[in-house]
Every structure is written in structure tokens, then in C-alpha cells.
């Protein structure tokens, strides 16, 4: 089979409703016809979840050829991911499901015990995964993909945490564990056939050491070894770790480089005796890198799937001259994250778009219009781009000296690259002629002057906590672009990245920092991905870590912390108190705008203060409504 070119996009969770035969299939198919109509050469579907208790439905059938037909007709290939979860997650919210199988009596990274698989149900699986193949198959699909890393069922096969079985799916006398994989592919081979793509996804080193259970390198290898020489794999998609908390290692965000898993890639690729193509991991999100990959042999195909998730029209921009115009990857982790967090679909840090393709998508205004935006943060810039787009004639202003409002401080963060959010509105607005006006301060006499036909209100919010000795307190972003004292103490009441990435940023400068959270658990609406990964860095840089505390005083550089129940957890001198809490709404504006009767929209953190992805969001739908 032919690819029109080497970028792939993986397999991922991007839709629950996707899977649900009550549930609209269009939103999923447009998000995979939209990518294939951008340029890429080869598409992995949403995951389709093994079910070793029944039939698929009728519709499930009928989604996946109407699904194959729109993304072949874009002129890509369709492989469809089969996954079977075996031992990971719980069971708590659905009353619906029986206990979780696995290889051995043993327990789920996420605390439930589970069942053992007798033979006969092990049987059962097997035939679970020669039905789905079959389905994918017979709905015009190109082929299927075994998901065998992520600490999934097929990875617990080959691994010693989870399959210390004395019978023969368990470890020979010489440790072999293939039996269940081997039988699997051979499986799925015949039921495919040999004219469509049979697919593996592997782990490059499972981040577990031997002594935790798990393979080691060599184990891998002769493991994965044994799985190629069965001459039935024709693609290779790589990956790291064993799901769980090394999760975002397998995704990493923007702390990593681009690239960052491929020199696992490179070290097994020396090990293994093989000329099956391997897809290449893990943060590749611009072309410039992918092709670099491509040109050195680490990889023969590159998975540039969250690029995609951004920027569905990627390798056509590519092809058009017109790549400093792709939207980047930002490395934000907002589309796993939603899903992990228990959000029914995926989307992206700043493109409103996905999975709302039709519902958002742009179309030129009949009745153009003179727009005035009025701030140049995140709100305000997307709002103009959209604006813009649409053929309205936009102009827009900021007090400030740059744009971006309060997002640009991140670029002094871990989390710099969020930034480029802002870079990539502010240049499709300079692609448009629209020049962003910065130092303008918008008042009465220039909104009756101008008397714009729509005002847009992204003005954002200031500083003003409603704690006590609040006087004495800085923000986040003042203490970022500003000097703070040491002995510095980051109070968080919003449990987001915001405050996290502050505390990390002082305790780089050589800050020494205590970190105070009034939730359980630090920043636990930031994400699964980042909450796994943070304290990996934290426990090196910070003073100290306080959850479950309240900032009862402070007086006289002495902060008190106290529990909910009023007691005293500890006092503590401090320089500078850093405060993440709820902002206000800068909306002095508003009632001027009101008074002169112009129609308006209010967007952003001047709707309510909450995160980048909000004001995004907000702002195109704004944009989209005048």
C-alpha cells in the first residue's frame, strides 16, 4: 500500500460519543475528514474497544464505513486501533460493568483489585478482538492496529507485573510470555487478510525497572523480537512507559523537545532484526523536525498527531508555501487531559474547532462590518482573527506595551511555548493587514468618534484578592515580569497550572519558595498529564509543599496557615506573598458601551477570569455571531 506521504496521525480517545451507537457520528467523522483532506498520508482511527460479551451494533458498523468513505475520499488511508483496557482504570462510574479481567489477580494503577481470566475467557477476548476485526474489515477499512503498550491488556501479557500465570499463557520455563500476542496477531491476520495493513503498538523501553516488574530492555526486545518474526506485522507504532503515572512520558508536553522519545526509538531499532516501518513519537509538531527524522532513518513514518489535532490543514500549508501559517502545537495537553479528567470529548488549547468543525466553521459575513476590539490578550486576538476571517473590517487596540495579556507572562514559565498561541493570531493578522494598535486607551470620546458597528470587550481582569492582608500580596503575573523578595510564598485557591508554574519559575531563579494549595492535592483541575509530571520537578525546587491549607493571617511578614477546621498547620516568615486566586472582571468599559447603544460582545477573562483555553473559546464563538 502507498502513502502519499510519510505523516501519520495515532490513534486517540477524541470522542465517547464516537463509540456510542445513541450518539451523533458526524462530529468524529467530519474531525478525521478534515485531517485527511489536509494532507495526511496515513489515518489511525479512534480506538475501537473490545467487547468480549456481545455483538457490536448495527450502527457501530454503519459509523465505521461511513467513517472510511469520508476520510478515503480525501484520499488517505484508514487503520482502525483495537484496545482492550485489561487491568487499568476503575469500574466505579458505570454500575453496568463486571470486574476488570486481567492476566493475574492483581491491581489497576488506579486502586481496583482484578479478575483473573480463566482460559475460557481468555478465549473469550481472543474472540472478542476476531469480531472487531472482522467489523473493521467489512466497513472498508484498510486495516487494523493492535494496541500493545500504554499498560494495556496486551502489554500485561508480555510483562512480569502483571502475568505470573503457571499455565500457558503465563511465562514458559524460559520466561516467554508471547503465547497471548502471538495468538492475537495470527488471529487478526487471518481475519484481515494479507492485502491490509496489520498494525502493533509497542512500548520503546517500559520506564519500569526490573525489581517493580518490568520487562527491561532485553526483555522487551526479545519479546517484541519474537512478535515481528511471525512475518504478520506490517507497521510498527512506537511509544513509551506502561501507561499509569509514567502516562505523560509517552505525551510530553512543553517541558520536552520535539522528538523527545525517539532516541528509545533509535536503541531498540539497534536491537531488533527487522525491516518492518516504525512510526516515530512523541512531541513531533513541526515539519522542520519531522522531516530531520525522516532524513536521519530514526524512524520511516512520523505520528504528528496532537500537531494535527491543532492544525488539521498541516502537510497542505506545507505544500502550499504556506507554513508559517500552520497553527503550532503548543504542548498544553488540554486534548488528553479532557479526556482523562472525564470530559466526553478531546479539544485543543486554542483551536476551538475540533469536533465542532461544522458547528464553528468559518464562513464569510453577508453583512460586513466595522469591529473594534478592545484588548489584545487571548480573547481579544482570536476574536479579531475570527473577525477578519469572516471579511469584517477589525481594528485592534491594547493599552499595554505587547500583546498577549496576561498568558504572555508564561513565556518566563516552563510552559513557554503556550506563547505561541499568541504569536500565531498576531500573524495571521499581519497576513490580513491588521496591525495590532498597543498603547491605546480606549475611552468615551474615542468610542463616540469611532461609533465602531459591533464592539468586542476583551479587557481582561485585574488583581484585586479578597484575602486578608491582601495589600501585601502580588500577583502572578507581577511576580513573574517583577522582583519578588525570598522566602517566597505561592498561595494557590485555583488548584490550575497557574500558580504551580510561578513556584517552579521563583524557585529557578533561587527563590526559596513554599507552596500553599487550599485543595487536597496540588493544582487538581491542571491536568492528569501535568500531575504526573510535576512533582517529579517540584520535590527538587521547592522549600515545601502544603495542601489542605488556608491563609488564616498575615502580619508583619508573618503568614499564618490553617487548616479548614480553623487549626494551625504552621507560621511562616515570608518576603513576598504570591496570590493565584480568582480575578476581576475589568469591565469599566461596559456601561459606556451600553449608553452609546452600540452592539457589543464581551469575551474572555472580562466574562469571568478562568483559563486561555476559555477566553479561546469564547472569542470565536463571539467572533462567529456578528
Given at each position: 500500500m ?53 455483538e ?26 483495537l ?71 496486551v ?130 509538531v ?23 489535532i ?30 482523562l ?13 475540533v ?58 514559565t ?18 490580513a ?6 498603547g491605546?486607551?480606549v ?37 513573574l ?106 469591565i ?30 469564547e ?8
Amino acid at each position: 500500500m502507498e502513502l502519499r506521504n510519510r505523516v501519520v496521525m495515532t490513534a486517540a480517545s477524541i470522542s465517547e460519543p464516537w463509540r456510542n451507537p445513541l450518539l451523533p457520528a458526524e462530529p468524529y467523522i467530519e474531525f478525521a475528514r478534515r485531517r485527511a483532506a489536509g494532507g495526511l498520508g496515513l489515518l489511525i482511527a479512534h480506538p475501537l474497544y473490545i467487547n468480549p460479551f456481545g455483538e457490536y451494533p448495527a450502527e457501530i458498523f454503519d459509523r465505521h464505513a461511513r467513517l472510511a468513505a469520508a476520510v478515503h475520499t480525501e484520499g488517505a488511508p484508514l487503520i482502525v486501533q483495537l484496545i482492550h483496557f485489561g487491568a487499568t482504570f476503575r469500574t466505579d462510574n458505570d454500575v453496568c460493568r463486571p470486574a476488570l479481567w486481567g492476566f493475574d489477580h492483581t491491581q489497576t494503577p488506579e486502586g481496583e483489585p482484578v479478575h483473573k481470566m480463566t482460559d475460557e475467557e481468555i478465549m473469550q477476548v481472543l474472540n472478542a478482538y476476531r469480531r472487531a476485526a472482522r467489523l473493521v474489515v467489512d466497513a472498508g477499512c484498510d486495516g487494523a492496529e493492535i494496541h500493545g503498550a500504554h499498560g494495556y491488556l496486551v502489554q500485561q501479557s508480555l510483562t512480569p507485573w502483571n502475568n505470573s500465570r503457571d499455565d500457558e499463557w503465563g511465562p514458559t520455563d524460559t520466561g516467554d510470555r508471547t503465547r497471548f500476542a502471538r495468538c492475537l496477531i495470527e488471529l487478526l491476520r487471518t481475519e484481515i487478510g494479507p492485502d491490509r495493513i496489520l498494525g502493533y503498538r509497542t512500548p520503546t523501553d517500559d520506564l519500569r525497572a526490573a525489581d517493580d516488574g518490568g520487562q527491561g530492555r532485553q526483555g522487551l526486545t526479545t519479546a517484541l523480537q519474537s512478535l515481528l518474526d511471525t512475518g504478520d506485522i506490517d507497521l510498527l507504532n512506537t511509544t513509551v512507559g506502561y501507561g499509569g503515572p509514567s502516562y505523560d512520558r509517552a505525551i510530553p508536553n512543553y517541558r520536552q523537545p520535539e522528538g523527545a522519545n525517539i532516541p528509545y526509538l533509535r536503541r531498540l531499532r539497534e536491537t531488533l532484526n527487522t525491516t518492518v516501518p516504525m512510526i516515530g513519537t512523541g512531541r513531533i509538531v513541526s515539519p522542520g523536525t519531522a522531516e530531520a527524522l525522516l532524513a536521519r532513518g530514526d524512524c520511516e513514518l512520523v505520528a504528528m498527531t496532537r500537531a494535527h489535532i491543532a492544525e488539521p490543514d498541516l502537510v497542505r500549508k506545507l505544500q502550499t508555501r504556506q507554513a508559517h501559517r500552520i497553527r503550532p502545537c503548543v504542548g498544553a495537553n488540554v486534548c488528553v487531559d479532557r479526556k482523562l479528567g472525564g470530559s466526553p470529548t478531546t479539544s485543543c488549547f486554542h483551536n476551538p474547532e475540533v469536533l465542532r468543525e461544522e458547528e464553528l466553521r468559518v464562513q464569510p459575513s453577508t453583512n460586513h462590518k466595522r469591529v473594534l476590539v478592545v484588548g489584545a490578550g487571548p480573547a481579544g486576538l482570536k476574536a479579531a482573527e475570527v473577525a477578519v476571517r469572516r471579511g469584517h473590517r477589525v481594528r485592534i487596540v491594547d493599552a499595554g506595551k505587547r500583546t498577549g495579556g496576561r498568558l504572555r507572562a508564561v513565556e518566563l514559565t516552563a510552559a513557554a511555548d503556550l506563547a505561541s498561541s499568541l504569536d500565531y493570531l498576531v500573524n495571521e493578522l499581519a497576513e490580513a493587514h491588521v496591525t495590532v494598535e498597543l498603547g491605546v486607551e480606549v475611552t468615551d470620546a474615542m468610542l463616540t468618534d469611532l461609533w465602531p458597528d459591533h464592539v468586542i470587550l476583551a479587557t481582561g481582569a485585574t488583581f484585586a484578592p479578597d484575602l486578608v492582608g491582601a495589600a501585601h500580596m502580588i500577583s502572578t503575573t507581577a511576580a513573574l515580569t517583577g522582583d519578588v523578595e525570598d522566602d517566597v510564598l505561592v498561595y494557590d485557591s485555583l488548584g490550575t497550572n497557574e500558580a504551580a508554574l510561578v513556584a517552579e519559575a521563583l524557585a529557578v531563579r533561587g527563590k526559596r519558595v513554599t507552596f500553599v494549595t487550599c485543595y487536597e492535592t496540588v493544582m487538581p483541575f491542571g491536568g492528569m498529564l501535568h500531575r504526573f509530571e510535576a512533582p517529579r520537578t517540584w520535590h527538587r525546587q521547592l522549600k515545601r509543599t502544603i495542601t489542605q491549607g488556608i491563609l488564616g493571617d498575615l502580619d508583619h511578614g508573618v503568614a499564618t496557615i490553617v487548616r479548614p477546621d480553623g487549626h494551625t498547620i504552621t507560621e511562616l516568615e515570608v518576603g513576598s506573598v504570591v496570590a493565584a486566586v480568582p480575578l476581576r472582571p475589568a469591565i469599566g468599559l461596559l456601561p459606556v458601551v451600553r449608553a452609546l447603544k452600540i452592539p457589543h460582545s464581551v469575551v474572555g477573562d472580562a466574562v469571568a477570569p478562568r483559563t486561555a483555553f476559555d477566553s479561546f473559546k469564547e472569542a470565536h464563538q463571539a467572533a462567529m455571531a456578528i
